[in-house]
């Protein structure tokens, strides 16, 4: 299997904050210390109790960064509906692009993440509400057509003027070619008509497309082969460039089609701004599991399922019958005076409570240095397609606490990067 890890800025459309309007973005005029905060000095703050960023993915692992201060309290994390469990988000000296919470080793499937503002603990200081949320970093995992073992990830990366993109119902309802502030060689396609459609045909098994967010922007739906459609908002408070605006996994092999609509509610007038996309495709592999390899058919020996399936149905009936024999002789030797078990009402997640223990939080591993996971660590990119190099976070994988590392400022790679 190969591993990616894809990071959110905070006001990527793809995290909820609700109620919207008790967050706002961190700016020098309410705080002389914006600059230290990732990615352009962006984060969204919250001084409500209450107040929750709530983000559903696919993947094995999740990290929320965040800053730690003098003023911050309590905050609840509940995964895939769990019990919450409470933290403590008071730190004196401030402290900024904080792991907040992290969460690896999950399962390969769908999760949700709700993080609440608690606010102060019963009796602490009742001045320490606020709350920030920075970036969120999550794992996704791949095999390659030919199984798990030894599989390649390639990522192939599209700026918006690529001849893959297309523009309907034309050409004209978009303004393309702009520069984009803060990147590379990456070029922009705006429109503000609604119902107008941008187009990608790719070939691999995930996209991400990035654009801008901002006070103008509004709702846009997007969705791959017509499914995993998601109706998403890029209204923000202030105008941010190369977020996150949607992600698909798991589309397969072959040819794929992602399409974004401009849908501003009540078909007023809203803008959508589209920058580039990344594609990645997991390549060769072994020890089945995988995907169809490419161009091939796949043959069936009736002969060899019949007989793997009467197999599989007696091992199933010598396991039940195990299981059976087990559970009586266990019966057997239990206590009768057991005591029941107590039943322990939970509190609401908004309120802060201690937990008797919580999760270690190890930050996400980079793939791209280590030897157990074959991460291609160059890009294959398209013999036409325009070298896209971000000037943000997404491109850098946060370095694992366990190593003695801490994590690596944003900032510090801001100015970096350079073209492919």
Known sequence: ???LNISLDNPSPLLSYTPLNLWHPATSASDPNVTLYANGSTASVSSTIGAEMIFSFRGTGIWIYGSKRDNHGFYNVSLDGQKAESFDGYQSPDAFQQLLYGAPNLELRSHNITIVNAGPY???NSSRTAFDIDWVTFEDEFDGPGGPIGALLSESTFNSSHPRFQYLPSSSSW???DSVDGFTNVTSAITKSSGSIVQLTFDGDAVALYGAVGTTHGNFTASVNGAQSRTLSGLYDISSYGQLLYYADSLGAGSHLLQVTNNPVDNGEST???????????LGGSGGGGGTPHGSKSK??????VGGVVGGVVCAVLIVASIILLLRRRRRQRPSNLPKKSFVKERPVHIPYRTESSSIMLEPRDY????SFDLVSRRT???TASNASQSSFKDLLPRNLSDGFEPIPMSRIRDTHSAI
């Open 1 to 3: 299997m190969t591993r």
């Open 122 to 124: 019963t009796g602490s």
């Open 175 to 177: 303004t393309i070619g």
């Open 272 to 282: 959508l701004s589209v920058e580039y996309a990344n594609v990645w495709e997991a």
């Open 300 to 305: 069936s020996n009736v002969g060899a399922i």
């Open 368 to 371: 791209s240095k280590d030897a």
């Open 381 to 383: 990119m398209d013999t």
